[in-house]
C-alpha cells in the first residue's frame, strides 16, 4: 500500500505536536512550522517542550517522519495540506483572538494545489471569512477545510488515534476527501458536513460539557445545603443512558485553554450575532463562584485566614499535563494570598509553567513538605500520586487537621481514619 501523503502542520503546541506525530505513526511525512524559533530548535534536538502522556515517545519512534523548521516554505514545497494548529486566545472581550490564524492565512501563496485544514478552535463563520480573504487577494483556488480537533491533553496520543469522531467541513473539493483518506486508517466515525457546522460542532461540544460540569457543580452546592452526598447523586444519574456518567464529577470549577475561552467565545459569537445566550452566562458565573468557594470551607474551619499555612496539592488545571491556562490554583492562590494566608504548593509535573504564572507562593519539593506546619491542605488536582498518599504521614506533619479534597478524589474514611478532617465538594452534612 502507497504510504499516505506528506502534510504540513503549522503550530507545534499540545494539538500541533499531537497531530504532527500521530499522523507520523500512520506512515506521513510531517512538515512542523512554528514561530517561536527556541521550540523548534529543541525539536530538532529531540526534547520535547511539552508534557504530554507518550508524546515524547511517539515523536522519538517516528522521528524520521518528522521535520521541524521555522519557515512555512518547507511545508508549502513538500505538502499539499497545511493543518493550522496555532494558539486562538480569548481577547478581552471573551472573543478569540484569530491573529495567529490571520498570520497563517496572510502567509499563503496564491496556489491551485494547497489546502488549509483548520485545527484550531475557531467561531462559525470563521472559515467563510477566510475564504472571502482569499478572493479578494487573488487566492481563490486555495482549498480549506475545518477538521476541529476534540483531544484532551492529558490523553492526547490516545484521542488522536481513538478518536470519538473526526469532523472534517468543507466545500466538496479535493481536500476534504484527502483530510479523509488521512484519518481512514483510525476506523473512526466520520462527520462530513459543511463549514460553518463543523466549526460550530467543536464550540457547542466544548459549551456542553461545560455547561455538564457547572450543572453538577451546583448540584453538589445543593447537596452541601441539604446533606446529600453529591458523588451518590452522580452515580444514579450517570446510569441513566440518556445523561451518562462522564463529566459529573463536582469539583473547583473548570480551567484549562480549552473550555473557559470556548464557552466565552461561544456566547460572544451569539452575542455579536444578536443572539443572548443566557444559559452560557450562567455556566461561567457557576464556574468563577465554584472556584473560590473553597476559601469560604476553609473560613468555616479555620476562621480568619490571615496568617495561616495552606497547602496546595496540585496546580495544573488537571493531572497529566504541565499546562496552567485558566488553573483553578491561579484564582486559589491568589484568594488566598489575598485573604492574609501563606501559601505553600507541589505539583508533580506543573511547577516550571506555574512559576511563571503564580507569584508569592512557596513551592515544596512534595506533598509531605506542602503538608509541613499547615492549618489546612486542598487537593487542587487530582494527581494519582495524591490518591496514593500516606494520610497518617500527611497528618503527622500538619499543624492544623484540615483536608478539603477539591475533586472529590480522595477515600473520605482513610482520610478520617488519619485522623484529619475531611470536607469535599457536596458531600453532605
Ligand atoms: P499552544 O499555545 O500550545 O500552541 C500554539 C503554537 O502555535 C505555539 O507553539 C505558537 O508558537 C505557534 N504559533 C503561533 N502563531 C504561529 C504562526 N503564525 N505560525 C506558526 N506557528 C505559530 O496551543 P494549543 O493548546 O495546541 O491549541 C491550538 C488550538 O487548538 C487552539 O485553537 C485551541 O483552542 C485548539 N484546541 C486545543 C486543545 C487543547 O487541549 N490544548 C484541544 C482542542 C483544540
Known amino acids: 500500500m502507497a504510504a499516505p501523503e506528506p502534510i504540513g502542520v503549522i503550530g507545534t503546541g499540545y494539538v500541533g505536536l499531537v497531530t504532527a506525530a500521530g499522523f507520523a505513526e500512520l506512515g506521513s ?20 517542550p511539552l508534557y504530554e502522556p507518550g508524546l515524547e515517545e511517539l515523536i522519538a519512534k517516528n522521528r524520521e517522519r518528522m ?17 493550522v494548529a496555532v494558539g486562538t486566545p480569548p481577547t478581552y472581550s471573551g472573543d478569540a483572538d484569530l491573529s495567529a490564524v490571520h498570520a497563517v492565512v496572510a502567509a499563503m501563496p496564491a496556489s491551485d494545489r494547497h489546502a488549509l485544514v483548520m485545527k484550531s478552535t475557531v467561531p462559525a463563520g470563521t472559515g467563510q471569512s477566510i475564504k472571502r480573504l482569499f478572493a479578494e487577494t487573488g487566492k481563490e483556488h486555495f482549498s480549506y477545510v475545518s477538521c476541529p480537533e476534540f483531544l484532551k491533553e492529558g490523553s492526547a496520543v490516545k484521542d488522536f488515534l481513538e478518536p470519538d469522531r473526526v469532523v ?34 467543536k464550540h457547542a461540544s466544548n459549551a ?9 457543580n451546583e448540584i453538589a452546592n445543593v447537596c452541601e445545603a441539604t446533606g446529600a452526598d453529591v458523588v451518590e447523586v452522580a452515580r444514579g444519574m450517570g446510569l441513566d443512558d440518556r445523561i451518562g456518567p462522564k463529566f459529573l464529577q463536582a469539583g473547583l470549577g473548570f480551567g484549562g485553554s480549552c473550555f473557559p475561552k470556548d464557552v466565552t467565545a461561544l456566547k460572544q459569537l451569539a452575542g455579536n450575532s444578536g443572539y443572548h ?30 496568617g495561616k499555612r495552606v497547602g ?26 489575598a485573604a492574609g494566608a501563606h501559601v505553600v504548593a507541589y505539583d508533580p509535573i506543573a511547577e516550571a509553567e506555574a512559576r511563571k504564572l503564580i507569584t508569592g507562593v512557596e513551592f515544596a519539593p512534595g506533598p509531605l513538605e506542602v503538608a509541613d506546619g499547615a ?35 480522595l477515600n473520605a474514611d482513610e482520610i478520617r481514619a488519619a485522623g484529619l478532617a475531611y470536607e469535599g465538594i457536596g458531600r453532605g452534612a
Open 29 to 48: 511525512d510531517v512538515y512542523c512550522i512554528d514561530i517561536d524559533a527556541n521550540k523548534i530548535e529543541r525539536l530538532k534536538q529531540g526534547e520535547v
Open 67 to 83: 521535520h521541524f523548521s521555522t519557515d512555512i516554505a518547507d511545508a508549502l514545497s513538500n505538502a499539499r495540506l497545511l493543518f
Open 168 to 201: 472534517i467541513g468543507d466545500d466538496g473539493d479535493w481536500a476534504g476527501d484527502a483530510v479523509a483518506a488521512l484519518y481512514a486508517p483510525l476506523d473512526a466515525e466520520l462527520v462530513r458536513t459543511d463549514i460553518n457546522s463543523a466549526e460550530m460542532i
Open 208 to 216: 456542553f460539557l461545560a455547561t455538564k460540569i457547572s450543572f453538577i
Open 277 to 306: 445566550f443566557q444559559l452560557l452566562n450562567a455556566v461561567i458565573e457557576v464556574n468563577e463562584l465554584q472556584k473560590r468557594r473553597v476559601m469560604q470551607k476553609l473560613e468555616k474551619h479555620l476562621g480568619s485566614l490571615v
Open 312 to 337: 496546595l496539592l496540585g496546580l495544573a488545571f488537571k493531572p497529566n499535563t504541565d499546562d496552567m491556562r485558566e488553573a483553578t490554583s491561579l484564582v486559589l492562590s491568589a484568594r488566598l494570598q
Open 375 to 409: 492549618d489546612a491542605v486542598v487537593l487542587v488536582t487530582e494527581w494519582d500520586e495524591f490518591k496514593q498518599l500516606d494520610f497518617g504521614a500527611v497528618a503527622s506533619k500538619m499543624k492544623g487537621d484540615l483536608l478539603i479534597d477539591g475533586r472529590n478524589a
